[in-house]
């Protein structure tokens, strides 16, 4: 059974940082392209990053320049480098396997705003 759990968010103001942690447990990290993904109220959830089993990484437009997704697979973490942080970044952010996701974890909150 694998879990995820996800930490690092917060309220920040525009402009702020964060990092955000997903530990995984249960299986084996190495094998899996990893992402993040972010839902916030009234939308349907939307992936930001992706990182594959080697580390090549991918952005979503509302990602690039300004968020890094990076992996420890020694450790099973995946983590979001989030800059420059914007209002409507405001929504609850998950990790998960990106092909035939896993169960999804409790996520963790990110709100900017001033």
């Known amino acids: 059974q694998v879990q995820l759990v996800e930490s690092g968010g917060g309220l920040v103001e525009p402009g702020g940082s964060l990092r955000l942690s997903c530990a995984v447990s249960?299986?084996?990290?190495?094998?899996?392209?990893m992402g993040w993904f972010r839902q916030a109220p009234g939308k349907k959830r939307e992936l930001v990053a992706q990182?594959?089993?080697?580390?090549?990484?991918v952005y979503q437009d509302i990602a690039k320049g300004r968020f890094a997704i990076s992996r420890d697979n020694a450790q099973r973490m995946v983590y979001l480098e989030m800059n420059n942080l914007k209002p409507e970044d405001t929504a609850k952010y998950y990790c998960?396997?990106?092909?035939?996701?896993?169960?999804w974890g409790q996520g963790t909150q990110v709100t900017v705003s001033s």
């Open positions: 998960n396997r990106l092909v035939a996701s896993w169960d």
């Open positions: 249960g299986r084996t990290l190495s094998s899996y392209q």
């Open positions: 990182v594959s089993s080697s580390g090549t990484t």
